[in-house]
């Protein structure tokens, strides 16, 4: 009987964490995340420069503190500057790719959902929706602008800049809009 239940509390366990599988992308393998390699030919890939930061959860004194002591374990550990900058390089990514897809090729831990829309990042490197306000959240920009799609639907061209912000008020990209 002992060996039938755990036999049944097993494969149980093996269908939940494939069944969660879909959620993350893998964690990165270093302190910084690797180039992505582009199989296609020179002239069928692009150059974006991008970065990801959560500078605004420690400028915004509205902050709420579970984002603040987030970004201070993120910043122990080494998952993010002293500024809040995770990610900022440039990448050389196949024509046609994503603002979602350029995210992804960071190596940051990305947690996302899909929906009607596309994917919607609930979370990178574990600071979340929420956690910094009601509005809190990741958005993102591409040559200073906030596109009016979801970045999985968004297809960047040699040059562009993105930037992945976390954002605590919806005010805060403001500044950010011509």
Not at 65 to 76: F, M, S
């Amino acid at each position: 009987m002992n060996r039938r239940l755990f036999f049944i509390l097993a494969l149980t366990a093996v269908f939940l964490l494939t069944a969660c599988a879909g959620v993350n992308t893998p964690a990165r393998t270093g302190s910084q995340a690797a180039k992505p390699e582009v199989t296609e030919a020179a002239d069928e890939a692009i150059r974006i420069f991008i970065t990801v930061d959560c500078a605004l959860v420690l400028e915004n004194e509205r902050t709420k503190q579970t984002a603040r002591d987030i970004v201070a374990v993120l910043i122990g550990r080494g998952h993010c500057d002293e500024k809040g900058l995770f990610f900022q390089d440039e990448l050389v990514l196949a024509k046609k790719k994503s603002a979602f897809d350029a995210l992804l090729a960071t190596g940051l831990l990305i947690s996302y959902r899909e929906s009607a829309f596309g994917p919607f990042v609930m979370a990178i490197e574990g600071l979340g929706e929420g956690d910094g306000g009601a509005t809190s959240g990741w958005v993102y920009l591409v040559n200073g602008k906030a596109p009016a799609v979801s970045s999985g639907l968004f297809s960047l061209s040699d040059g562009d800049v993105v930037q992945w912000r976390y954002s605590v008020e919806e005010s805060d990209l403001m500044g950010d809009q011509p």
